[in-house]
């Protein structure tokens, strides 16, 4: 099965937009590391998923049957001392949005709250926001999060990157995920400063609001 190589960034940025699915066949080895990102129990279900839909597929062969295309090679654990490193493989098909070119055309830079980590926000880029959260929420969270608002942008990846070096100061590890899109500080705060991007990189289209108001 000759696959095609892609980065765990470039998954990523396509998972986001709904064009890539990735499965993540299970399985651990000492040393293994599986909290590298909050997606590996989405991905794990992904697979599993597929072993409910074609029983009858041997699971060596099962990869191959649903025509994946293209190997995640990611580094989970690296010790240098001894020399020792551990790789897992993920694996990735288009999805059928992307096989009939029902790209989507939005892109947005949301604001996410969660009642068991109210004094947090999760401030992050998709192309569409209700499936990103729908994603982020199937990943095995404790707490689901709470989709509030959303930006429509002309460049997703200079609102997020700005807003990210904003707030650089009160970014915070989460075992909810990822800490690059974690930070302590109000909701307010972060809706202020994601308006005031509307203005250079609004694109015409006024603010998403999802849930104004939350009782956390």
Request: charged share 30%; proline share 4%; glycine share 4%.
């Amino acid at each position: 099965m000759r696959l095609h190589k892609l980065s765990l960034e470039q998954a990523l940025e396509l998972e986001d937009q709904s064009l890539l699915e990735i499965y993540y066949p299970g399985g651990t080895q000492p040393g293994m590391n599986l909290d590298f990102h909050p997606s590996v129990d989405y991905w794990i279900s992904n697979y599993r998923e597929k072993t409910y839909q074609h029983p009858h597929i041997d699971l060596e062969n099962l990869l191959e049957f649903i025509e994946v295309e293209y190997r995640i090679s990611v580094l989970t654990n690296e010790d240098l001392e001894r020399n020792s490193y551990t790789w897992i493989n993920l694996f990735a098909r288009l999805s059928e949005k992307a096989r009939s070119k029902e790209i989507p055309k939005g892109k947005y830079v949301y604001i996410l709250t969660n009642k068991a980590h109210p004094d947090l926000v999760k401030i992050g880029k998709a192309v569409d926001p209700l499936q990103r959260i729908k994603g982020i929420n199937n990943a095995g969270v404790l707490s689901e999060w709470d989709l509030r608002v959303a930006l429509p942008v002309t460049n997703d990846y200079k609102v997020e990157n700005a807003l990210h070096k904003q707030f650089a100061d009160y970014r915070v590890d989460s075992d909810q995920g990822s800490s690059r899109e974690f930070f302590r500080i109000s909701y307010d705060t972060a809706l202020n400063a994601l308006l005031s991007y509307k203005e250079d990189f609004g694109n015409g289209k006024d603010l998403e609001i999802f849930q104004e108001k939350v009782a956390y």
